[in-house]
Each structure stands twice: as structure tokens, then as C-alpha cells.
């Protein structure tokens, strides 16, 4: 079983040269630390920054410079900042590459839900809508199960969504699985990690062809 | 030069009443309108609606007009962290609208530019689409969404100079400049107010002819919300 670190390794791997890419709160963030040797990526955060670097130094911390997460940051040569307005542009005009987000629940049909349980928790949905919307490679990072050991791989939704059939790959703590017209197809198993394990964890489809190789980082 | 200069908050927010509605600027607590803020808590206006992206934390940003219970309605797209703003919602006190962030943008923009409407994939077949007017262009399906309509923009800039032209810093950017000329006013602070001339025209984020009204603000906090740092080895 992997860790979230381990999830952020795999995810890494996922990362192409030259590629945009937009990271979510959460798990996601954590990619940036292991960005493959010999390839240039830069992040963008939808609160206005692209290049953006690490966490900054004890006392370098400046308030106008943080990411969506809210957290300080630091900015890498080449760096650019702009407005929300723009920074959406970038998204909605496809040209950031890759998005990584957290998910509450993925269906076999590709849909997602993040941002709202109806009476329990109203945070909203930030710029997760846009961004499932608008972009063609979408990853969720999360577990694959919820508190209270419920798969969040779902045949359907039952929470409110952020968006339909927009979800193509997922990397949780047991697999990485691409989401097909016929359900959750498993691609790789994590260490320690049974097919099994797996199909017993996901409510969904899941389509197991031949031998499924370990997660390697 | 047309100067857009008032000497303080108070001349700055001249006009406002309950009932309005208003666009603030920033994105989690960076690049709020800190000055404007504390005025309108002075002024102690009720019933407002609020278009902006976040809704402050318990006492600080707009959680400090929600504290006085002087909004009516919010309309944001990420209201976390913020205890008193989930109690009023849940009890049913305030009024919130949840949109795309993208679309808050978008909707602003299209008020300052005159764009009634406009089609975004953003929030198709969710909740949010619900009761609107959707379209398939090229294969996809687009939600129709419409200008906000709005008294007041309150930004922050860096810098600005007496023409009202505003230069932004860093992430405090964010929905300042999609808000200028959004509103039937919109009233600038910033943190350094210079004669005109001073500034470099081709540096200029937004100009003067978007913002009615520009002040030197004081004692800005410029709180951190979350401040993440890392250990030099």
C-alpha cells in the first residue's frame, strides 16, 4: 500500500517535458517535490502564478505571494503572475496540460464529486469546476477508500458533482486505474497490494486483464 | 490628467447604503481591500451582497462585516475556514451562491466589458447548471452565464497613481483588475499613492479610465493565512 508520498511519486511519473501543469490541494501539491531528473515542468495555481517554486525560507515569507492553497510560496526564474480572469483563460483554453486533483468519489463513467456533502460540509468548489470541465488530462489523487473504509470508486455518484465524465485516470493508495466505457480498468497494483484487496475496495466495475504489474517509481 | 484622488476611506466609500451590492477584491486574505473593509464596518451598512471570491476568516476580511452580520448574500467560490460564515449559512441567516471561480471571474469581466453572457463548460451537468440556459458548441456542452450587475468595486493595488491607473503585486493580483470598471463605481486603495507621471505607462495593470475613486490606505495587516515555510539544510 502506498502512502501520500508514495501516491505523489507515482503521480510524478506522469509528468511530462514541458508540460503545464496544475496541482489541487492536498496530495497533489506534494508532486511538485519529485518532478522526474531531465524534464521542465512549471506549476500554475489559479490564484495567478506560473513557475511556481518552493515553500520559502523562515523569514522570506511575503503575503502577496502565496498559492491556491492559501500557503506562502516562492516563485522560480521565469516565473508570471496574472489575474484570475487569465489564470482561468489558461485553463478553460486548454493550455495547461495536465491537472492532478483530490476526489470524495470517481464513477466508472468518468464523473467526479469534491466539493460539497449536502447538510455536512459546504465549502465550495473553487476552481475544481472549471478545471474538470475544460481540461483532457485529468488525474485524481486520492484513497481509495473513504473514513470509514467505503470505496470512492463508485458505479455512480451520490454526492453532488463537480463534474461529468471528465475523469481518465486515478491514483490512489492500492492502484492506478483508467477509467474505460466499460468501468475502472487496474493498470498497476501497489506493492503489498492483492488484485483482491483492490476489487474488494472498489464498488465500480473493475476490469482486471492478464497480469498486473507493480507500481514502480 | 482626470484626478480620481479622495484624501481618506470615508470620502472614498461616499454613497454607500444598505441593500447594495458589491465586488471586493482578493483571493483568501492577499490583495483585500483592507481599508475599505474596515469602513464599511464603521459605517455599519446592512443587507449587503457580496461578490467575492472568499469570504475572510473569522476575524479578519469580510468575516469581520459577516461578525456584524451586515451580509445578506454571498456569492463565492470557496468559503472554508471560516466558522461564523458556516453558522449563518446553515442556520440560514446568509444567503450563499457558489459558483466556478473561473466563472466569478469571467462574470466580472464581463461586466467591465460589456458582455451580457456568456457559455463556459464550467459546472455543466452539476448543480450549479441547474435552471440555466445550456448549449453544445463543437460536440461540448456550455452553461450560459450572465454579467454581475453591481454598486461597488473595492480593490487593492500596490501601487496607483492620482490618474488611477494601478499597478498589482505578486498573487494579491488575483480579481482586482477582473473587478475594476465592473461596478458603477469602483473605489482603489493602495499601498502607495504617487502623482501621475510617476509610474511607467507600459507598466500599468489597469488604467484610470476602470476606477473612479483611489486613496492612500493605511496600516495594511496583510495577514498570512497559511504560512508554509521550509528549513534551510
Known amino acids: 500500500m502506498l502512502d501520500k508520498i508514495g501516491i505523489a511519486k507515482r503521480l510524478a511519473k506522469e509528468l511530462k517535458d514541458g508540460y503545464y501543469v496544475n496541482l489541487g490541494i492536498g496530495i497533489p501539491t506534494l508532486v511538485a517535490n519529485y518532478v522526474p531528473e531531465g524534464i521542465a515542468v512549471e506549476f500554475q495555481s489559479e490564484n495567478g502564478v506560473l513557475g511556481m517554486g518552493p515553500f520559502p525560507f523562515e523569514g522570506e515569507e511575503d503575503a502577496d505571494v502565496i498559492n491556491a492553497g492559501k500557503q506562502t510560496i516562492t516563485t522560480l526564474a521565469g516565473a508570471s503572475f496574472f489575474d484570475s480572469a487569465l489564470s482561468f483563460s489558461m485553463i478553460r483554453g486548454k493550455h495547461v496540460h495536465l491537472t492532478i486533483l483530490g476526489a470524495m468519489e470517481v464513477a466508472e463513467n468518468g464523473d467526479i464529486a469534491n466539493w460539497k456533502i449536502p447538510g455536512k460540509m459546504v465549502k465550495g468548489m473553487g476552481g475544481a469546476m472549471d478545471l474538470v470541465a475544460s481540461a483532457e488530462n485529468i488525474i485524481v489523487a486520492m484513497m481509495h477508500t473513504n473514513k470509514n473504509g467505503e470505496s470512492k470508486l463508485l458505479k455512480r455518484c451520490t454526492l453532488p458533482l463537480t463534474g461529468v465524465g471528465c475523469i481518465k485516470k486515478i491514483v490512489t493508495n492500492l492502484a492506478v486505474l483508467e477509467v474505460t466505457s466499460n468501468g475502472f480498468k487496474l493498470l498497476e497494483k501497489a506493492p503489498g497490494v492483492s488484485v483482491d484487496d483492490i476489487k474488494k475496495a472498489t464498488e465500480g466495475t473493475l476490469l482486471v486483464e492478464g497480469d498486473i504489474p507493480e507500481i514502480v517509481f | ?233
Open chain 2, 1 to 233: 490628467m482626470i484626478n480620481k484622488e479622495v484624501s481618506n476611506v470615508q470620502k472614498a466609500l461616499f454613497g454607500i447604503t444598505d441593500h447594495m451590492t458589491l465586488m471586493l477584491g482578493g483571493f483568501g486574505l492577499s490583495g483585500i481591500p483592507e481599508n475599505a473593509i474596515s469602513e464599511l464596518v464603521r459605517l455599519g451598512v446592512k443587507n449587503l451582497t457580496c461578490i467575492s471570491n472568499n469570504a475572510g476568516v473569522d476575524d479578519f476580511g469580510l468575516g469581520l462585516l459577516l461578525q456584524k452580520k451586515q451580509i445578506k448574500k454571498m456569492i463565492s467560490s470557496y468559503v472554508g475556514e471560516n466558522d461564523e460564515f458556516e453558522r449563518q449559512m446553515l442556520s440560514g441567516e446568509l444567503e450563499v451562491e457558489l459558483i466556478p471561480q473561473g466563472t466569478l471571474a469571467e462574470r466580472c469581466k464581463a461586466a467591465q466589458g460589456g458582455f451580457p453572457a456568456f457559455y463556459t463548460p464550467a459546472g455543466y451537468g452539476t448543480e450549479v447548471a441547474e435552471g440555466k440556459e445550456t448549449r453544445e458548441f463543437e460536440g461540448k456542452m456550455y452553461v450560459l452565464e450572465h454579467a454581475f450587475k453591481s454598486d461597488f468595486s473595492f480593490v487593492k493595488a500596490w501601487k496607483g497613481d492620482v490618474a488611477g491607473n494601478l499597478i498589482f503585486k505578486g498573487t494579491s493580483r488575483n480579481f482586482n483588475p477582473c473587478m475594476c470598471g465592473a461596478s458603477k463605481i469602483t473605489v482603489a486603495e493602495v499601498e502607495e499613492l504617487v502623482p501621475a507621471g510617476t509610474l511607467d505607462p507600459n507598466q500599468i495593470h489597469i488604467p484610470g479610465i476602470f476606477v473612479q475613486r483611489i486613496f492612500q490606505g493605511t496600516h495594511y495587516e496583510k495577514r498570512i493565512e497559511q504560512r508554509t515555510v521550509r528549513q534551510k539544510v
